[in-house]
């Protein structure tokens, strides 16, 4: 039986989508681009999640297929596919298997960011305020 402190978290967390801590602070600090972020996404979607199977937070998918997938050029999702690789989030198993790196961790971590949080907040309205001067 649950908590009833971790029944609250659930509840007050309902509906929002978990990342990991580092790939919050790849998006704030820009390290990470857009479309890299956009294919990390799509990776963690099609990923396997059954507990039973070997490839637990794994892809059996290659940057080719992927630009099948999105219908865009196979440079492209190389490079981005490149981009997910250098910064740690994927990890290339064999040829055409990938997986994501602290996957269970990013499914299953019910101790979230409070701290986190707050810097999120206050990073993103730091980022409002300098647009706001900026178009002033």
Same mark, same amino acid.
């Given at each position: 039986?649950?908590?009833k ?33 956009? *294919?990390y996404?799509? +990776?963690? #979607?099609?990923?396997v ?15 080719? #297929? ?10 492209? @999702? ?8 250098? *910064?740690?989030?994927?990890?290339? @198993? ?29 990073? @993103? ?5 300098? +647009? ?5």
């Open positions: 039986m649950k908590s402190a971790l029944r609250i978290k659930e509840k007050r967390t309902k509906g929002f989508l978990k990342f990991p801590r580092k790939l919050i602070e790849l998006v704030l600090s820009g390290d990470v681009s857009d479309r890299a972020f956009s *294919l996404l799509v +990776i963690i #979607n099609l990923a999640y059954s507990e039973n199977s070997s490839y637990y937070g794994c892809l059996e998918l290659n940057p080719h #297929n992927l630009s099948e997938i999105f219908s865009k050029s196979s440079n492209t @999702v190389s490079k981005n596919f490149n981009e997910l690789l250098s *910064l740690g989030l994927i990890n290339k @198993v064999d040829k055409d298997l990938i997986e994501v790196i602290n996957f269970k961790k990013l499914f299953d971590d019910t101790q979230y960011m409070e701290e986190a949080s707050s810097d999120l907040v206050n990073k @993103v309205s730091k980022m409002r305020g300098e +647009i706001s001067h900026m178009k002033s």
